[in-house]
Structures are given as structure tokens and as C-alpha cells.
T-cell receptor, first 115, second 113 residues
Framework: AQSVTQLGSHVSVSEGALVLLRCNYS??????LFWYVQYPNQGLQLLLK??????LVKGINGFEAEFKKSETSFHLTKPSAHMSDAAEYFC?????????????FGKGTKLSVIP | GAGVSQSPSNKVTEKGKDVELRCDPI?????LYWYRQSLGQGLEFLIY????????KSGLPSDRFSAERTGESVSTLTIQRTQQEDSAVYLC???????????FGPGTRLTVL
């Protein structure tokens, strides 16, 4: 079984400040990990994904995440927040082996950017 | 190219009525998924289709929920005798193959009065 824990249902940062959204996972097999973003009244958009290649993954809109097996973490960062980053962010996990199709999501973190 | 589309975007129904939600996947995508997003439960997997294989229905919450997909095209999710707890956003996603990135549609917001 897999699970995802996102620490902090709501995070506020000032425009230009570092964004750090935390995600810890639990998986009995090597995982594939994802970050999705959801803007109001829209579907989910993939930001980045980890599939066992490089542990530092770069995504769209200046976001990146680092897979740390020892900490079972996959935290999302961006050096400088922009107003347009205000949205809800979801971390998700799926198995890398057989039956690896369904995504298990965290509860989400709503990011507010203060001008 | 066109993304995943879903219809209707909003649906308001009365308790006890049946509803049908539609998903048009990205052309050429063999895998299709339905998820539900609700305030209490977050994002939950419902059902998965892969080509002509038997679907994985393990996430369907009750036998009032069913889904169909014809080949590698449109899918419909049917909820019979709707209950207020069925109120949620129903999201559809498709991927090129089973392990590939899932691309999501905008969702159908269902409100059961």
C-alpha cells in the first residue's frame, strides 16, 4: 500500500520568497512520485515527476523537487514565488512495478502569495 | 492538441436521480481513469480502463457507481440513485499507456440537493 502526507494544508509566502511545500510518502516498493497543481475551477496540471532517474527533478514554472529515499520525502521548491503561483498543490505516488497505474494523492497544500 | 474534455462542467440533481458524466480522453491514449475530489476525502481513485482489458473497479464506493468505456474512446460514469454524499468534482484522466503521465480534464462538479 502507498500513502502520501503533505505537511501544511495552507502555506503563505511573500512574493519573491522561497516556496517550500512538503511531501512524505510511504511505499512498499520503489515509487514514482508526482507534483500536480490545480488552479481554481480547473483540472490538475502536472508540474514534475520522479521515475527513478535523477533524484533532483526540474519541472515547469521554475519548480523543482528532490527525491530523498532516506527521508521518504519529495518536497517541492521554487526559489522566488510569483503571484501566479497561488494555487493548490498535490503530491501523488504510484508504484513502479506491476499494477502501477492508480495515483494516490496527498490532501493538498493551498499556496497563497502575498504581494 | 486537444486535452481531456469532460461534460457537463456542472450538474445539479435531486437526491435519488441518476446522472451520467462523460469523458473524452486525449486521442491515442489507451488508459483512462476516473477520480473523485471531495472536501472530506480529497482525491480518490475510482476506476481504471486499459484498452480492452477488464477495468479495475476497486475504487468505486458503492454498487450505485458504474462506468463504461468503448474501446479507447469516450467513457461514461453513471451514478444511480444519487445521494448528497456523492456531491464532489469528478475528474477524468488519460495516459498514453498504463505507466505514463496522467493528463486530467477540468472535471464535472456534481451537486446533489
Amino acid at each position: 500500500a502507498q500513502s502520501v502526507t503533505q505537511l501544511g494544508s495552507h502555506v503563505s509566502v511573500s512574493e519573491g520568497a522561497l516556496v517550500l511545500l512538503r511531501c512524505n510518502y510511504s511505499s512498499s516498493v520503489p515509487p514514482y512520485l508526482f507534483w500536480y497543481v490545480q488552479y481554481p475551477n480547473q483540472g490538475l496540471q502536472l508540474l514534475l515527476k520522479y521515475t527513478s532517474a535523477a533524484t533532483l527533478v526540474k519541472g515547469i514554472n521554475g519548480f523543482e523537487a528532490e527525491f530523498k529515499k532516506s527521508e521518504t520525502s519529495f518536497h517541492l521548491t521554487k526559489p522566488s514565488a510569483h503571484m501566479s503561483d497561488a494555487a493548490e498543490y498535490f503530491c501523488a505516488v504510484t508504484r513502479s512495478g506491476a499494477g502501477s497505474y492508480q495515483l494516490t494523492f496527498g490532501k493538498g497544500t493551498k499556496l497563497s502569495v502575498i504581494p | 492538441g486537444a486535452g481531456v474534455s469532460q461534460s457537463p462542467s456542472n450538474k445539479v440533481t435531486e437526491k435519488g436521480k441518476d446522472v451520467e458524466l462523460r469523458c473524452d480522453p486525449i486521442s491515442g491514449h489507451t488508459a483512462l481513469y476516473w477520480y473523485r475530489q471531495s472536501l472530506g476525502q480529497g482525491l480518490e481513485f475510482l476506476i481504471y480502463f486499459q484498452g480492452n482489458s477488464a477495468p479495475d473497479k476497486s475504487g468505486l464506493p458503492s454498487d450505485r457507481f458504474s462506468a463504461e468505456r468503448t474501446g479507447e474512446s469516450v467513457s461514461t460514469l453513471t451514478i444511480q440513485r444519487t445521494q448528497q454524499e456523492d456531491s464532489a468534482v469528478y475528474l477524468c484522466a488519460s495516459s498514453l499507456a498504463r505507466r505514463d503521465t496522467q493528463y486530467f480534464g477540468p472535471g464535472t462538479r456534481l451537486t446533489v440537493l
